[in-house]
């Protein structure tokens, strides 16, 4: 039988350690990195209403706030609120965040997105040409522009202004433009009427607000839609209010109006969320025409859930990592932390068994060398020729070598010192 040495026992011994201590922590950390996700990514991707939106504009403030902390906010362009819900649905599109009115969608129907809060109001502009409309019997067998495929004006026309009879479609025609496109048409006389939902702030709805051939038609009965959707607003309009010269619009006019939300895909890093949150506050809380100073961002949960992160961004503000450290410092900071914790749970069990472990390697190392020392006194007991004599001596000194080189705890000597005994009982035995 071949006879380990000394350096080999312990080579190996250091290697299976090292190797089961590594596979551990590789496990440990990977664990932390999955459940815990303390790294946000560098870039993620906001679906805006096309060019010219308000929420187009809002998202270039997002992506300007969001670069100061190192994150790259990628703008996607769609075609409005419905093509951006169905993209933040894919988790395959890459899109995780958007500005979202309410009527778009229900919990039921996106069960993996969740809200930050509502942000402003996104009243239901109806705007045509010529005579001011006072009832809904004005509009059939006009020609009218209700946004094109994907946006929330087609969506939430056709949900209740069709359904209560204040569109046709069977006597109006319906047409799929932009709100740049509508509002050209209308002016040059294209178009009859053209429903637009949109901020206060939109470049268009001040460009027709402020036109002298275009009026703005206030909606008949706004309680009882208020009513019959939860998710619209009544707002008032003040007479003047677009220009004060002209007198424009010329009374108080009731709009109907749904708050937009901030919509994230749950899995979206809470401190992605946090700087979010964060932006918002700097973009939506001064004071406006429909809001007070301090109203928006709101944690209120419209359609969809409010989100855990955003629920404790609104009771204690940013965790304290964040309102102390520079974004990526704290991103650090709650890395090390991260890492201590599987670190921790791997060092403290080995902590209270490594002087069992110790021992038993101790022990392990003697007991080896007894056990090598039974196999030649087996030997020796067959052996017959002298060579084969002096070939035994020269082995049990190099065994007693070993056993004299070997260290131990001091609990151990008294049975390496045996052992080299019962190596020395064996020697005169052989030399007899």
Known sequence: MNILTREHVNRRLLVIVAIITAALLSIGIWLTFSLLRPTPPRSVAMAIDPEGSFSAEVGKRYRQLLARDG?????????????????????????????????????????????????????????????????????????????????????????????????????????PQTPQESAAKLLKGDIDAAILVDAWETPVVQQLLTAKEINLTNIPRADAFVALYPYLNKLVLPAGVANMAENRPPTDMLLLAPKASLVVRDDLHPSIQYLLLKAASQIHSDPGLFRTAGQFPAPESIELPLSTDARQFYKTGSPFLHRHLPFWLAVLVQQVVALFIPVAGLLYPLLRISPRIFLWVASHRVYRLYSELRLL????????????????????????????????????????????????????????
């Open 71 to 175: 994150i790259d906010l990628r703008l996607v362009p769609t075609a409005g609120a419905v093509e951006s819900m169905a993209r933040l649905r894919d988790p395959k599109s890459g899109v995780s965040i958007s500005i979202i009115p309410g009527g778009i969608s229900s919990q039921q129907e996106s069960l993996r997105l969740v809200s930050l809060g509502t942000l402003f109001y996104e009243p239901l502009w109806v705007f045509s040409r010529g005579e001011r409309l006072t009832n809904h019997e004005q509009l059939h067998n006009l020609r009218i522009s209700i946004g094109p495929e994907g946006s929330a004006s087609r969506a939430l026309s056709l949900e209740f202004l069709t359904r209560v009879g204040i569109i046709d479609q069977k006597s109006a025609t319906l047409l």
């Open 377 to 432: 006194e087996e030997e020796l007991a067959s052996a017959s020729s002298d060579k084969a004599s002096k070939d035994f001596i020269a082995r049990l000194d190099r065994l007693e070598g070993r056993a004299s080189r070997l260290w131990v705890p001091s609990s151990f000597r008294p049975q390496l010192y045996n052992l080299r005994l019962h190596i020395g009982m064996v020697r005169e035995k052989a030399q007899k």
